[in-house]
């Protein structure tokens, strides 16, 4: 598992997303109506739209909210205009930097990235300067316990996974993007509970970090996803998981 997905599920357990949930609504938001605009409004010809819509559901977003981020997605009701963008930069000790947004001021969402970069201890690079060094996957968790690996590495090749890897404490499920939903859908089938599941960046290559570096690159990673703006950020950093035990507190 990456530093970055380590990091992410650290804070997941922590309740640091239920704090902050209704930027985690903003953001789910932006995502439906992002699929929807680009893909139309039916989910069963939407790959996108439907996997936009199970995450705002295991979100505990309101159907309220889920049916109204459709309609402004398909043009039923008026909205902003959102843009989606994708900014690449550099943070402490060189780690690698990916931040997609969606928003409806390029302008202002883009002075906000450079400052957030350069007052954490990095820059924003150029288009292309570090997307090479990831690649797009599914990723599912599972915490250890649920299933034994054998049940679970049947299942999950059947459905069309990759690969299937472990740490101390959890399973994780490897798929291309195109096979993610069928994977899911197979543990679903199988009842087999599952503690995150999302589309991601993979890094080929990571950095360790540590000390002072640490500490500045895990703040600018938060500062960025708090970013109502800013939909996903990927970091291809190792760190120990003593260090952001310490910096979620």
């Known amino acids: 598992m990456s530093g970055h997905s380590k990091w992410h599920n650290i804070r997941l357990r922590k309740g640091v997303q239920d704090a902050k949930r209704g930027n985690l609504f903003t953001k789910l938001a932006r995502e439906i109506i992002m699929a929807a605009k680009g893909g ?22 309101p159907a309220d909210n889920i049916k109204r981020s459709l309609q402004r997605g398909t043009g039923e009701i008026e909205g902003a205009v959102f843009e989606e963008l994708t900014y ?14 969606a928003t409806d001021n390029k302008n202002r969402t ?15 690079g150029e288009t292309g300067s570090v997307a090479y060094r990831f690649r797009p996957i599914g990723l599912i968790t599972i915490p250890k ?7 679970l590495f049947g299942i999950a090749l059947e459905a069309g996974a990759e690969d299937v890897r472990s740490d101390d404490e959890n399973f994780e499920i490897i798929t291309q993007p ?3 939903g069928a994977v899911r859908q197979a543990l679903d089938d199988a009842k087999i509970k599952f503690a995150h599941a999302d589309l991601t960046m993979e890094p080929a290559d990571t950095v360790h970090v540590e000390g002072k570096d640490a500490e500045v690159l895990l703040n600018l990673i938060e500062r960025l996803e708090d970013d109502d703006d800013v939909q996903n ?6 760190m120990s998981e003593e ?4 910096a979620a507190r």
Not at 40 to 61: E, T, V
Not at 233 to 238: S, T
């Open 145 to 151: 316990g649920v299933v034994d690996e054998d049940t």
């Open 40 to 61: 139309g409004g039916n989910p069963d010809n939407n790959l996108r739209l439907r996997l936009a819509i199970q995450k705002a559901r295991d979100n505990s977003m």
């Open 178 to 180: 195109e096979d993610f």
């Open 110 to 124: 883009v002075a906000v990235i450079r400052n957030l970069f350069a007052r954490n201890g990095g820059r924003l």
């Open 243 to 246: 260090t952001m035990e310490a």
């Open 233 to 238: 950020v990927y970091a291809n950093f190792e």
């Open 88 to 101: 690449e930069g550099y943070g402490p000790a060189g780690v690698a930097v990916i931040v997609e947004v």
